[in-house]
């Protein structure tokens, strides 16, 4: 598991990494906001969480958690702050933590807390096509380990495409599924929303989206199998 330390307490950091080096983690550090994204950025897909101070120089610890989950970044984020209050905790959960511990703080109550977001991490339903894959439960999609942005719209119509295993899907199958209303005879809703996702996938990668006429839409089984 490869961890991101962000925090502007020298002191802290060493012990941190100290602590979870022994324990076979492999960890990297940022003293603040600037530092994690590089961190970030280089590290990509092997980074599986973020230790995220709140109080640091420059921009704040929240400020940043906020733009990296309006960006879709979706990597877990424990929040390690000495601000108790509730409504503190409440804000930096709803900003995308997926933890938020208290310091000063027992190791082993970190230790603990990071082992409990390693195993939602290993039960997030995932779906994949290929190098194609999507994260159910954070709605991030990656093509061979580059991030496609999607809209909730459009990321729910390739997960009914892939829950469909490369099998024709018709237009009224689709509205019925993806905005959840019949067909009206009129209506080009899907063949638009179909055409935003292909270029989308196209831009990253060779995942296709087959036009069957007179039958409706799937995966092209020629390129990439489904796992």
């Known amino acids: 598991m490869h961890i991101l330390i962000v925090d502007d307490d020298a002191r802290l950091r060493s012990?941190?990494?100290r602590g979870l080096v022994e324990l076979d983690f492999t960890v990297a550090e940022a003293s603040d906001?600037?530092?994690a994204r590089e961190q970030i950025a280089n590290l990509g897909e092997m980074l599986d969480l973020i230790l995220l101070d709140i109080t640091m120089p420059g921009e704040d610890g929240l400020t940043m958690l906020k733009d990296l989950r309006h960006k879709g970044i979706?990597?877990?984020v424990i929040v390690l702050s000495a601000r108790q209050e509730v409504q503190d905790r409440v804000r930096g959960l709803e900003l995308g933590a997926d933890d938020y511990i208290v310091k000063p703080f027992a190791f082993d109550e970190l230790l603990a807390r990071i082992r409990a977001v390693r195993r939602r991490q290993e039960n997030t339903p995932i779906m994949t096509w290929g190098a194609l894959r999507l994260d159910l439960k954070h709605h991030g999609v990656h093509h061979a380990n580059k991030k496609i942005?999607?809209?909730?719209?459009?990321?729910?119509l390739l997960t009914v495409l892939l829950e469909a295993k490369g099998k024709i899907l018709s237009r009224d199958n689709l509205l019925q599924k993806v905005w959840g209303i019949g067909l009206d005879p009129g209506t080009?809703?899907?063949?638009?929303?179909?055409?935003?996702?292909?270029?989308?996938?196209h831009a990253s990668g060779p995942v296709r989206i087959e036009t069957v006429v007179g039958q409706g839409y799937r995966l092209d089984t020629k390129g990439e199998e489904s796992n």
């Open 149 to 156: 942005d999607l809209s909730p719209r459009e990321f729910s």
């Open 74 to 76: 979706a990597i877990p």
């Open 188 to 201: 080009n809703t899907v063949d638009v929303t179909i055409g935003r996702l292909r270029k989308r996938l």
């Open 33 to 35: 906001a600037i530092e």
């Open 15 to 17: 012990f941190l990494i």
